[in-house]
């Protein structure tokens, strides 16, 4: 399972940081990123990060937008700056996880609501 927290309502310029946490019977993790879907338009990658701690981004996030993880707790951030009315989205936290009994899943958050005004 993973919880999202940390969306909301900003103005244009401002910041937030986006949490995602894994729970269950978790034995690892591996590559988790971060996707944003907008009224009308199709899901797409912002930023992932391997459980080796490289990352990538998409290029209307690079220089804005910085992801990265807590192993020991199982949580990927997203700090997101100088936000843009097009950053408007559902953000939605993405892992790859193997149990403790070796299945290989590919979970999804239920998403957090940002909101940029301009």
């Known amino acids: 399972q993973l919880v999202e927290s940390g969306g909301g309502l900003v103005q244009a310029g401002g910041s937030l940081r986006l949490s995602c946490a894994a729970s269950?019977?978790?034995?690892?993790?591996?590559?988790m990123g971060w996707y944003r879907q907008a009224p009308g338009k199709q899901r797409e990658l912002v930023a992932v990060i391997t459980s080796g701690g490289s990352t990538n981004y998409a290029d209307s996030v690079k220089g804005r937008f910085t992801i990265s993880r807590d192993n020991a707790k199982n949580t990927v951030y997203l700090q997101v700056n100088s936000l843009k009315p097009e950053d408007t989205a559902v953000y939605y936290c993405n892992a790859g996880v193997t149990t403790t009994r070796f299945h290989e899943y590919d979970v999804w958050g239920q998403g957090t609501q940002v909101t940029v005004s301009s």
């Open positions: 269950g019977s978790i034995f690892s993790i591996n590559a």
